[in-house]
């Protein structure tokens, strides 16, 4: 039985990656379309028409069985959102900014006390 097993270990881990690969061209896939969606009025055609093709070509490769093609689709669509209007990422990752609260003094137990105080109904 282990014998059975480690002769399919090579198989199943080519089945993981290929899941792994598909996965993670579904989750960009989803993002990005959101992305364009979501940013509908702040982006030309133009702009928008490299990026289509790249998904699409990520949705292509995703149907396959390749997994290098698919890292390589990947990496080409994340290759074209380097040069993302950045129209599309203006505001994004700012906070509003809020004055600084102190946190109360927390007392440190690990610290040694002072003997006369460490013990008062002691008498030493």
Avoid: F, Y
């Amino acid at each position: 039985m282990q014998r059975e097993a480690e002769s399919h270990a090579d198989e199943d881990k080519r089945k993981r990656e290929l899941i792994d690969a598909r996965n993670k061209a579904d989750q960009i896939i989803w993002t990005m379309e959101k992305q364009l969606k979501d940013n509908a009025d702040k982006i030309s055609e133009g702009d928008k028409a490299p990026i289509q093709s790249a998904i699409e070509e990520v949705k292509k490769a995703a149907s396959g069985d390749d997994v290098d093609a698919i890292n390589r689709a990947i990496d080409n669509l994340q290759q074209r959102l380097t040069r993302w209007p950045s129209t599309c990422t203006a505001g994004r990752g700012r906070v509003a900014a809020r004055p600084a609260v102190r946190p109360a003094a927390v007392p440190d137990h690990n610290k040694a006390r002072p003997a006369a105080t460490a013990n008062p109904a002691r008498k030493t």
